[in-house]
């Protein structure tokens, strides 16, 4: 098999060349097409992991370290900074340096923190290390999906991005399952532990296997202003998400960072028409295709992510499952995605993406639709049936919008494509647990006197109340201690019922997201340029 460097017609229309006389040539394993997506699967399954396993994790490291609550939330926050802030420039870095020389960095790099957090005793070492955990990462994640979209021909190309999908929906879902058992009965340390072997195994496939491709018209340059603003407008952007909770959406450091963050774009996105290699050529945006594919991410993301933060306080505070039960519960999910992914992959192949990216989100907005229905009685056996829909839903999105994004790109830019698949999924979660949290937070204030003075219960003071509204915007009854049974059960029932009008109205948000996103759905189309990379043979 010979690798493939042909150039694609890119924004400044270069016509096709010729193939390199230095491509790289495969042997055996070497640059086979499905031992290379099982290695960027091993790879990229400990970052999907990471992004949930260590939720559970975050108790048991609060009261080994003595952390503060403050403290602990830099643990997810530091991460998620350094994941959406760097994917793209990592990405170029793929595009200039090689994938495969960025994965394997990634790999090890990722690993290496792992272990690190593991031998950490102190708080602030498990957040320094966990920014790490995030750049590296952000290098991994793109140079994966350049690796695929240089290897696999166009018609294997998206069930390839199937199992790819597959791998990290998998990931995604089971993480709270696993690091419920290993916090459960080992120690919150193993969670980041387990991330050695598999880095370990990532790398050695990767050296065997693994084949750099190289376009023939790469980068050969930075963009450093471009990099610099780009990086800071990304970091106002998501600071302001992560903040907006706590501060509030009225209070001016929110709308400060959002409108920084608006001068950052603005002139990240003039600077980049001057320069003669941009770090993200913004003519990749004239292919309505491909702004539609980053556009249907960022609303997959918010209706999923978004949706799926309050079920899992539904099932932990409301139906009093323990953490693996929760993740037991959420199977369906996980389990439809597993199976759908790669029959999604198939399914655009064979009729292009259109048309099953609309079902996908009609799926998705029936999905939560029922999610809203949710009461706080309701049995296993009807959760299921929404869980096990959500992940239909999914799949052909995460799968189809990977592909419009990436195969809409020119070759010499799949790194710069991938990164921008990656981010706008890592927004859109963040914005919709922003944007539904302040729905839930919204409608639990304006609900929660009156029920509690319906239910008969003592008067609240507004300090109290605010703590109490604070405590059932997460499921949890603001019971102290001490208090009569009977008046237990009162508030408990009050705490309980709030909350879920509150689950109902974001799903109901996250619903109408999803609808809009069958419009967008409708001008996707096939990459353009997908036969770019298309290697041949051993397939």
């Given at each position: 098999?010979?690798?493939?460097?042909?150039?694609?017609?890119?924004?400044?229309?270069?016509?096709?060349?010729?193939?390199?006389?230095?491509?790289?040539?495969?042997?055996?394993?070497?640059?086979?097409?499905?031992?290379?997506?099982?290695?960027v699967a091993v790879g990229v399954m400990m970052v999907a992991l990471d992004g949930t396993i260590v939720a559970i994790a975050n108790p048991a490291i609060q009261k080994d370290l003595k952390a503060s609550f403050a403290d602990v939330q830099w643990i997810t926050n530091g991460y998620f900074l350094a994941l959406a802030v760097s994917l793209i420039t990592a990405g170029k870095l793929g595009d200039r340096f090689g994938h495969r020389q960025t994965f394997l960095i990634g790999v090890t790099g990722f690993a290496a923190a792992s272990g690190a957090i593991g031998l950490s005793h102190s708080i602030a070492a498990v957040v320094t290390f966990r920014v790490f955990q995030g750049l590296f990462g952000a290098l991994l994640m793109p140079a994966a999906l350049g690796l695929l979209r240089a290897t696999f021909p166009a018609e294997k190309l998206n069930m390839a991005i199937g199992i790819w999908g597959m791998v990290i929906g998998a990931s995604t879902a089971g993480g709270p399952i696993l690091g419920g058992v290993l916090v459960e009965h080992v120690n919150w340390q193993s969670v980041f532990f387990i991330n050695v072997p598999v880095g370990a195994i990532a790398l050695v496939l990767?050296?065997?296997?693994?084949?750099?491709?190289?376009?023939?018209?790469?980068?050969?340059?930075?963009?450093?202003?471009?990099?610099?603003?780009?990086?800071?407008?990304?970091?106002?952007?998501?600071?302001?998400?992560?903040?907006a909770p706590t501060w509030g959406w009225g209070d001016g450091r929110t709308w400060t960072f959002i409108a920084a963050s608006v001068l950052g774009f603005a002139l990240f996105s003039f600077w980049e028409t001057k320069v003669k290699e941009p770090l993200i050529p913004l003519g990749l945006f004239r292919s309505v295709p491909l702004s539609a594919g980053v556009v249907l991410m960022v609303l997959m993301a918010i209706a999923f992510m978004g949706g799926l933060f309050f079920v899992?306080?539904?099932?932990?505070?409301?139906?009093?499952?323990?953490?693996?039960?929760?993740?037991?519960?959420?199977?369906?999910?996980?389990?439809?995605?597993?199976?759908?992914?790669?029959?999604a992959g198939f399914a655009i192949t064979k009729l292009g993406p259109?048309?099953?990216l609309a079902g996908g989100m009609i799926a998705t907005a029936v999905a939560m639709y029922g999610m809203s229905t949710l009461e706080v009685d309701t049995g296993s056996a009807v959760m299921s049936i929404w869980f096990g829909l959500l992940g239909l839903g999914l799949a052909p999105v995460m799968v189809g919008a990977t592909e419009v994004i990436v195969g809409n790109a020119p070759m010499e830019l799949s790194g710069v494509a991938g990164g921008l698949q990656q981010a706008a999924m890592q927004i859109g979660g963040s914005l919709g647990t922003a944007v539904l949290g302040a729905v839930m937070a919204s409608k639990v204030d304006n609900d929660l006197a009156a029920n509690w003075k319906d239910a008969g219960l003592p008067p609240l003071t507004p300090a109290q109340l605010h703590q109490a509204s604070e405590a059932v915007q997460v499921g949890v009854a603001p019971v102290a201690k001490g208090t009569p049974e009977p008046i237990v059960a009162k508030i408990t029932g009050v705490a309980h019922d709030t909350f879920i009008s509150g689950m109902s109205l974001a799903s109901l948000v996250a619903c109408?997201?999803?609808?809009?996103?069958?419009?967008?759905?409708?001008?996707?189309?096939?990459g353009e340029n997908a036969e770019a990379g298309a290697g041949v043979g051993h397939i």
């Open positions: 098999m010979t690798s493939q460097t042909i150039g694609t017609t890119g924004s400044g229309g270069q016509a096709p060349q010729a193939p390199s006389e230095e491509a790289p040539r495969s042997s055996g394993l070497r640059g086979h097409p499905w031992f290379t997506l099982i290695t990767g050296l065997l296997i693994l084949l750099d491709h190289r376009a023939e018209n790469a980068p050969r340059s930075f963009d450093i202003l471009g990099i610099a603003l780009l990086s800071a407008a990304m970091f106002c952007l998501v600071w302001a998400l992560i903040k899992t306080f539904y099932l932990q505070n409301v139906h009093g499952m323990s953490p693996i039960d929760a993740g037991l519960h959420l199977l369906p999910l996980t389990g439809m995605m597993i199976v759908a992914s790669p029959l259109r048309v099953p109408g997201v999803a609808a809009v996103a069958v419009l967008v759905a409708l001008l996707t189309k096939r």
